[in-house]
């Protein structure tokens, strides 16, 4: 494995570029050389201290409120986070396994070249996404190759996906071995089981009876007609129709009276559930034992192929390094998606399935607000530059597996943003004066992680429960989620100032401090900062009390308001509109439809104690 050293300067010691980022090389992996590079990967992983990662995707938000802000609670940031998991592609996945030693930071960086495709023919995982055009432009300005994406990208199957490929296959699956008796509790459970254990006896013996051996291959023929006896491969076999889950299990354990030399095989149906249990009789111990091994490496050299890319995923996850991200909200929601499984309906249920897997993730973008010339950076080429102002100096040695890539003098180097992503970790913690090692879980971490700075979740970290809000990135006050006030239909286009200066004269709640913005061309939001102020303008704006003339005309022309709940509910039901008035709208018109169905059932129920039953009479 070739080595290459690199050194990284302060500011004014070296020129003002931290490093000469573009003798980086990461390691181009594609569908031709995926399986001769898991291996390299799983021994990158293991000799690591920790992992960053950094993904492509076709997009990210479609409108500008879309986009998680200081505004979110964890709730609306996991749903907008959800949404885009949900509906664009990871094209790319930049992998770099790296260990840190003093101010030496070695680095084995890999990108991935994605694509979703049903190369085993189950109708998976074969799905439409979303692209938009200017995320697309600015990767095909980067030099991306979109048909080596799609013609040489690695395909793969999330762990939701490749549990239903098992009863998709057909393949016959080797029956975990019984633990807890589960004897028949009826009459029909015990003549079942009565009737199949006499058949396996009956072949069994029919099997293993020295003197059928020498029978005529026609009497042999109608033995095995008779008796429903088959081969599986070389080996004789009893398949055994079911109708239910519960006759496997009385299948299995009334097989488990001869488990000296019969091996059970479960034959998945085109449902989830089993079409029948197959007996496969054995020679001898030692046969039975080679038959379990070559079932088991068959089942792992088909999950190879169905897991696909999500093999590395898998490594990741097995080897509990802590994976450092840029963005983890972001990047997790993705990766779940696409590799483990849907995505929870709500935040709490995403950070326990997420945890389980990734039980260690920092996010980078939470540890730079520790150091204040970072708290509003979100580039991690821009919180390198800005890095050049401190003495953090790192060797980097790259174990450059692949060639140099060759792009024009503004194209950055696939899969490079990992790599930047390890070299900024490793100059943080240099700069915090924190040892790497205190930063390997997430409880130490929130340590790092102030929530004075950021409301947004970190996955396997946050609180959920967590309310309050900021309304600029760059001020770290907070204000509860329950003083806000969304303001639209204001009739014509104004600034934020403009706007706070008529509402001023509109009602007696602004004569005290407030704040106005916008969160889009459509909506404003009103923050009071005294409590109860935002409930009395709703209640005005709504009941039309001690309005000023002012306010009547606007209300009258158009003027809505509403709370903070109504924009937590259009990020739940999905009311994904270009402009956030629209979803608004759409979310009151849900709650009130809400409402008037409460209604009339209540009003049904009413009118049912009411009515006669002639049965009773």
């Known amino acids: 494995m070739q080595r290459r050293f690199l050194s990284s300067f302060p500011a004014g010691a070296g020129g003002g570029k931290t490093l000469n980022h573009r003798r980086w090389c990461a390691k181009q992996v594609k569908k031709s050389n995926f399986q001769d590079t898991i291996d390299e990967v799983r021994t990158c992983i293991d000799s690591s201290d920790f992992v960053a990662v950094s993904l492509q995707n076709t997009g990210s938000y479609a409108a500008a409120w879309h986009r998680v802000s200081a505004l979110d609670t964890p709730e609306t940031a996991y749903m907008k986070a959800k949404y ?220 190879r192929r169905v897991r696909g890319f999500r093999e590395v995923v898998e490594l990741i996850s097995t080897s509990r390094k802590p994976v450092v991200s840029q963005n983890s909200l972001n990047d997790f929601t993705f990766i779940h998606a696409k590799f483990l499984a849907p995505l929870p309906s709500n935040v709490d249920e995403f950070n326990s399935s997420l945890s389980s897997a990734f039980p260690n993730i920092v996010d980078l973008s939470q540890l730079m607000k520790e150091i204040s010339p970072l708290r509003n950076i979100t580039n991690v080429s821009a919180a ?71 409301n947004t979740i970190d996955p396997c970290s946050g609180n959920p429960s967590d309310e309050n809000v900021r309304i600029w990135s760059r001020n770290s006050r907070r204000v509860k989620s329950e003083n806000l006030v969304f303001l639209w239909g204001l009739g014509k286009k104004m600034s934020a100032a403009v706007l706070k200066n008529v509402l001023q004269k509109l009602h007696p709640v602004f004569a005290e401090e ?25 209640n005005a704006v709504t009941n039309g009390e001690q309005l000023s003339d002012t306010l009547k005309e606007m209300v009258a022309e158009g003027l809505r308001a509403t709370g903070y709940d109504t924009f937590k509910r259009a990020c739940r039901l999905g009311f994904w509109e270009s402009d956030l008035a629209d979803a608004l709208d759409k979310a009151l018109e849900s709650a009130d439809a809400e409402a008037d169905s409460e209604t009339e059932a209540s009003e049904i129920d009413r009118t049912r104690e009411l009515m006669i039953n002639f049965d009773e009479l």
């Open 84 to 303: 885009a998991a949900e509906r664009y592609q990871i094209f790319q996945f930049a992998l770099c396994p790296f260990t840190i030693r003093g101010s030496r930071l070695t680095v084995q960086p890999y990108n991935f070249h994605l694509f979703p495709r049903d190369e085993l023919k189950l109708g998976m995982p074969s799905y439409s996404f979303s692209c938009q055009a200017s995320r697309l432009t600015a990767m095909a300005r980067e030099g991306f190759d979109f048909n080596t994406c799609i013609y040489e990208g690695i395909s793969y199957l999330s762990r939701a996906q490749e549990s239903a490929s098992k009863f998709i296959s057909g393949n016959p699956v080797l029956a975990d071995p019984v633990t807890e008796p589960f004897s028949p509790s009826t009459v029909a459970d015990t003549v079942f089981v009565g009737r199949v254990r006499s058949r396996v006896t009956s072949w069994k013996q029919t099997c293993t009876d020295s003197s059928s051996k020498i029978d005529e291959p026609l009497v042999k023929s109608l033995r095995r007609l008779v008796l429903g006896g088959e081969e599986h491969g070389s080996r004789p076999c009893l398949t055994i129709d079911v109708c239910s889950e519960r006759q496997v299990q009385l299948i299995l354990e009334m097989l488990a009276e001869f488990s000296d030399d019969i091996v059970p095989l479960l034959i998945p149906g085109k449902g989830r559930g089993t079409q029948a249990v197959r007996a496969v009789l054995t020679s001898s111990e030692e046969d039975k034992e080679l038959f379990k091994k070559e079932l088991r490496d068959l089942e792992s050299e088909q999950n």
């Open 384 to 454: 390198m530059s800005c890095m050049n102002r401190f003495y953090a100096p790192v060797d980097v040695e790259v174990a450059n597996q692949g060639s140099p890539v060759k792009l024009a003098e503004d194209h950055q180097i696939h899969g490079q943003n990992s790599l930047m992503i390890s070299l900024l970790f490793a100059k943080l913690c240099m700069v915090l004066k924190a040892e790497p090692a205190t930063i390997q879980s997430s409880d130490n971490f929130q340590a790092f992680g102030s929530d004075e700075y950021a």
């Open 514 to 538: 407030f704040d106005v913005k916008f969160i889009d061309k459509s909506c404003a939001i009103v923050v009071f900062w005294n409590p109860g102020f935002s409930e009395t303008f709703l």
